[in-house]
């Protein structure tokens, strides 16, 4: 049963959450990436080079195995979830620059995944790391993101009328289908879930203020806009759980490299949530402000 989780449904459930990122997506998304360059680059520097270093750096310095050492640096070097659209818009930031931030990360995650979990192997495991493939690792990624995201976007070109359907259900079913992810994830280990639980939860939440702290304050030092802030904070705080997921069962051949994907996408939401509602409060005061002054 766990074989079938591993190899077929989940591979399953990550390429039905990038083919509904991929209907959503316009060749005017990516073209927005030029209208911003500085927060696009800021982003984009957030989740390729500070998550990963970040990562590294936090479980260098706490006591765990090493096995949730890897599983937590695979994580930080995914790109960011799907969700991260919808709860931008929700807290009344850059919506656009998270949707482009989002598909280009998702598109390069082939190349920057398996480098990423490479260096983590050798630094956290050394010999007794298991055999991986950089370049099967990455052709996975591709046929699990890239390919599924390219099909969406056809499907948004040569049938809107569909595309326009999946797309009003799309983040609705996302969403169910993460969440079943992530609770099978952690139904699979079975009695050790609970210690697990706890050691892993204690290092996501850590990986997940931090990096959302650094998001904000680095937006904050460019002088970034507030919504531009609140996109990037969210971008580098919400990442692809289901993608590290997938890439500890099926490359790393054991769940439990996977169990701090699932912890982080439970704890995500609560972070997420709280931010959101400072952000929102902040928007509301900052209209109000500008209210008087006129």
């Not at 005017?28 to 990963?52: E, H, N, V, Y």
């Not at 990562?55 to 994580?75: E, T």
């Not at 956290?124 to 991986?132: D, K, L, R, S």
């Not at 609705?172 to 969440?179: H, I, K, P, Q, T």
Request: glycine letters at 8%; one cysteine or more; a positive charge.
């Amino acid at each position: 049963m766990e074989s079938i989780f591993a190899q077929i449904l989940l591979p399953l459930a990550l390429a039905f959450i990038m083919l509904a990122l991929g209907v959503g997506l316009t060749p005017a998304d990516f073209r927005r990436i030029f209208a911003a360059p500085k927060a696009f680059m800021a982003g984009a520097a957030l989740q390729f080079i500070s998550l990963p270093l970040l990562a590294i750096l936090i479980v260098a310095l706490i006591p765990a195995p090493p096995v949730l050492k890897v599983g937590i640096v695979l994580l930080a070097a995914c790109p960011g979830g799907t969700t991260s659209n919808l709860l931008t818009h929700i807290a009344r930031g850059d919506v656009a620059l998270s949707i482009s931030l989002t598909a280009l990360t998702s598109l390069l995650s082939m190349v920057t995944v398996p480098v990423v979990l490479m260096i983590a192997l050798t630094l956290f495991m050394g010999p007794e790391a298991p055999q991986v493939g950089l370049v099967t690792t990455g052709l996975l990624i591709f046929l699990l993101t890239v390919v599924p995201v390219g099909i969406g976007m056809g499907l948004r070109r040569i049938a809107p009328g569909f595309a326009l359907a999946l797309e009003r259900r799309s983040r609705f079913l996302s969403g169910l289908v993460f969440v079943a992810v992530v609770l099978a994830t952690v139904i699979s280990e079975g009695a050790s879930i609970i210690s697990s639980f706890i050691e892993a939860g204690i290092v996501s939440l850590i990986l997940n203020v931090a990096a959302m702290s650094v998001a904000f304050a680095a937006a904050s030092l460019l002088a970034l806009r507030m919504r531009q802030r609140i996109a990037l904070t969210l971008e580098c705080g919400l990442q692809n759980a289901t993608l590290a997921i997938v890439v500890a069962s099926t490359m790393l051949g054991d769940i439990a490299y996977a169990v701090p994907a699932a912890v982080y996408g439970l704890l995500m939401f609560a972070t997420a949530g709280l931010f959101i509602l400072w952000a929102r409060r902040w928007s509301k005061v900052a209209v109000r402000a500008r209210a008087r002054a006129a």
